[in-house]
């Protein structure tokens, strides 16, 4: 590090130190928001929510005026800190963006360009129309590729050396939902295939490119794309809901999937982020919040807040009359929300969450903290966007009934129903092999090919895990339990020879 660059971070620590005290000052509002009372209504929607940590930061006109960690890091008694490291989820996409535009500003690469040709040693057969999708409609999730590819709990996570190559190679192993540049469908396949064009239009790995190229330039010392970096040590223990309550949950880190979702960051290494959008000096931020905010977008089709739009790896929609460019990420166990209001006094704000009810909570109420601290920030306090009971609780308790109900007919079905076919020992008739054998042999078929063609169930056992673990098990009972019934009730009801 120059001796130049020292000084300048140890010159903004300074700044950073001496403005947390103050006040912060809310964009369209007459009255700044005092710190005391910053941290009242950040804890009191973290208490809404039962969130058992979060770390916040603040930056606005060129610094940043608030850093807070609350509530704890582990369940217990680490307290979160404007230093712990939290993963970011589908935040991580901004980064991989920022290197992409930098190799297209170096012309290493052009944004309408297909991909394909830079990944067809370890991909030789894409799907079909896959040649055609380029760098763009990577980023700006139109090249066709399916929501449920590649989501976590569905893909195998490597840890060897070539991890992000097969992990392109199983995602490009299944059919394009849609011709490129046809529709909008969001798509983390779509970031791991400009992860992998990175590393072969650069020679490194991913992580090596992000670290030389944005997170070493702009001093972010703490965020990390491997798991054995120092700070991954210091990661805050990630939740997840079972039936409205908490739970830690221990899963693996995918260094296959930092290009869009796995990189881990801290309050004060975001913060440091934010700022860079705003100052436009720094070559590791080829796009400034502004330029991204007026730049070419998309609609999503989403009616959620803050993503109306799609950008070159941003989010782009208005609120309380500013346009907003955000990114939004949800792991399954974390949650980190990076919001840029350039048009108010270059506002930004990131909020990180060792919690995630994604499904059962619903996006309006996964985001209430982050998109209310901006609403507050504007001058415009909203109400507190609780979930549902119908996703939080009776969902679950449903699909766990029925899987009960379920287990129950079957044992009902040997116990009770087989011996009394046995003692009858009548003939078969057509109407009764169709009630008593094919009918119910269809349903349970059904039942368990319905709900593993429609609903991913390792996402569902990531994200919604009281719900999916349920639907994992119907699966398990129905599908055998299928072809055991026909089985025993033919063998029962089939005519027995007499004396």
Do not use: C
């Amino acid at each position: 590090m120059s001796s130049r660059r020292l000084v300048q971070l140890l010159v903004s620590a300074a700044v950073a130190v001496s403005l947390l005290a103050s006040p912060v000052v809310a964009a369209a509002a007459a009255e700044p928001i005092a710190p005391e009372r910053l941290d009242a209504w950040i804890t009191e929607r973290m208490d809404a929510h039962g969130i058992p940590g979060a770390a916040v930061a603040v930056v606005q006109g060129g610094r940043t005026v608030h850093l807070g960690g609350y509530g704890s890091a582990d369940g217990a008694d680490r307290p979160v800190t404007e230093t712990t490291p939290f993963l970011i989820g589908s935040a991580s996409k901004p980064f991989t963006a920022n290197v992409v535009l930098q190799l297209v500003d170096e012309e290493r690469l052009s944004l309408d360009e297909p991909a394909w040709p830079y990944i067809s040693d370890f991909v030789p057969s894409p799907p079909d129309g896959f040649e055609d999708a380029t760098i763009r409609q990577l980023l700006t999730h139109t090249a066709g590729l399916g929501m449920s590819v590649g989501l976590p709990g569905t893909v195998p996570v490597h840890t060897s050396a070539d991890a992000l190559e097969r992990r392109v190679a199983d995602m490009l192993a299944q059919p394009l939902a849609a011709p490129p540049g046809e529709r909008y469908e969001y798509a983390n396949s779509g970031y791991a295939v400009l992860a992998a064009v990175v590393e072969q239009v650069t020679g490194q790995r991913f992580d090596e490119v992000l670290r030389e190229r944005i997170l070493d330039p702009l001093g972010m010392q703490d965020t990390f794309a491997t798991d054995d970096h120092p700070a991954a040590s210091r990661l805050a223990s990630g939740h997840r809901q079972w039936f409205g309550s908490w739970r830690p949950a221990d899963l693996p880190f995918d260094r296959a999937g930092v290009a869009y979702g796995y990189l881990g960051s801290t309050a004060a290494d975001l913060a440091t982020f934010l700022q860079a959008h705003f100052d436009g000096e720094s070559p590791a931020i080829p796009r400034s919040a502004a330029q991204i905010a007026d730049g070419p977008t998309m609609p999503s089709g989403w009616d959620l807040p803050l993503e109306a739009n799609q950008g070159l790896g941003w989010m782009v929609d208005e609120l309380a009359g500013h346009q907003v460019v955000s990114h939004a990420g949800s792991l399954g166990h974390f949650t980190t929300h990076l919001i840029l209001v350039p048009g108010a006094d270059d506002l930004g704000i990131a909020v990180a969450t060792n919690a995630s009810a994604f499904v059962a909570a619903g996006h309006t109420s996964q985001y209430d903290l982050s998109v209310g601290l901006t609403e507050l920030l504007l001058g415009q306090e909203g109400a507190v966007e609780t979930a549902s009971p119908l996703t939080v609780l009776v969902a679950p308790i449903v699909t766990w009934l029925l899987l009960a109900a379920l287990v129950g007919l079957a044992v009902r079905h040997l116990v009770t129903t087989l011996p009394r076919w046995r003692r009858a020992a009548a003939t078969g008739t057509g109407r009764r092999w169709l009630r008593r054998v094919v009918l119910p042999a269809a349903g349970w078929l059904s039942l368990a090919l319905g709900l593993s063609l429609s609903l991913p169930l390792g996402a569902a056992r990531h994200f919604y895990p009281d719900v999916g673990w349920a639907a994992t098990a119907i699966v398990a009972v129905a599908l055998p339990w299928a072809v055991i019934r026909t089985a025993v009730t033919i063998a029962a009801l089939r005519p027995r020879a007499t004396a």
